[in-house]
């Protein structure tokens, strides 16, 4: 797999180029886990357009190296993230792309949308909501969180049987086993410093509120795809930060909810949320459901 140099440390990334594809797909991942999880989507929309995956710094493949020095204590910011991805594309010459970001990845693809207008023609969220800051559930979030980070042996990816349970977590529909070893590994292998920035750099209360505004004043086509059995984002943070864009309306016309679905919308229903992203891009979505009587 290629790798690119971006502020010094070494970015592994995948990119399909598609003759005439009219835009460039551009996957972002959430925490403590990499590019991979998007391989099933990308099989799907290849054909229709050029795509382009990455491991966030700290994350996946995306590791610093003896000679990266302290690059990668730049910050975890979701702005320093969107940074990244910027240069990124500046890198690989990609001026017309579409962000598809999951979980956190929504949120770094939102600020990303903000930052380089010139390059990001939309946003799709995927799982990803929020701009609601409630203090002590996020409390409780930030110092579950850090205890993961913390208590992270290497040899926890030889437990047996503990990849099953990776598996099994936050999905309603059934993912295969090999997804779980894949998220056993991510959250072992991920560096900790990125792993604990990310998680608190993202959930203060000051980013939290500023989120909402940044998506009220991007100019781009912003999307959003919900799991409705999501326990992780649920549907009202999705539909609430979804109401900040124009094209929200009256009855949230900018939302595409799955049913039987969980936290990991492009496996668990990859078919769907595939068409739904065509869709999208090509400005034709209009949601199955809609009623507006109340």
């Known amino acids: 797999m290629p ?4 502020k010094g440390v070494s970015h592994d990334y995948d990119l399909t180029e598609t003759p005439g594809a009219p835009v460039t797909l551009v996957f972002v991942h959430g925490w403590l886990l990499s ?5 099933p989507l990308v099989q799907q929309l290849t054909p229709h357009y050029s ?3 990455y ?3 700290g994350f996946g493949r995306s590791q610093p190296t003896a000679s990266s020095g302290n690059s990668i204590l730049r910050g975890y910011r979701l702005q320093d993230y969107a940074e990244d991805l910027g240069l990124l594309l500046e890198a690989l010459q990609i001026k017309n792309a579409w962000l598809v970001g999951h979980s956190l990845g929504g949120s770094i693809a939102l ?8 390059l990001v023609k939309g946003v799709i969220c995927l799982n990803a909501g929020g701009g609601i800051y409630l203090k002590e559930e996020f409390e409780r979030f930030r110092s579950a969180g850090q205890q993961l980070v913390k208590l992270r042996p290497r040899w926890l990816g030889y ?8 598996a099994r977590a936050s999905v309603t529909q059934k993912i295969h086993r090999k997804w779980g070893k894949q998220r056993l590994m991510d959250f072992v292998t991920a560096h900790p410093d990125a792993a604990l920035g990310a998680l608190l750099e993202s ?7 500023q989120l909402p505004l940044v998506v009220s004043q991007l100019k781009q086509p912003v999307y959003f795809i919900a799991g409705a059995n999501d326990r992780i984002m ?10 900040f864009h124009p094209s929200f309306g009256e009855c949230g016309f900018n939302v595409a909810e799955i049913s039987v679905c969980g936290h990991l919308a492009m496996l668990e229903q990859t078919e769907q949320v595939a068409e739904i992203i065509d869709r999208m891009v090509a400005g034709k979505f209009i949601p199955e459901a809609v009623d507006c009587a109340d």
Do not use: G, K
Request: include cysteine; glycine fraction near 0%.
């Open 51 to 53: 795509c382009l995956t």
């Open 3 to 6: 790798s690119i140099d971006v």
């Open 159 to 166: 437990v047996p049987l503990l990849d099953v349970m990776f």
């Open 35 to 39: 590019q991979c999880y998007w391989q």
């Open 55 to 57: 491991d966030l710094r």
């Open 234 to 243: 649920e549907l009202r943070y999705v539909h609430h930060l979804a109401s």
């Open 111 to 118: 600020w990303a949308a903000s930052q380089f207008p010139q």
């Open 203 to 209: 959930t203060t209360e000051a980013e939290v509120h």
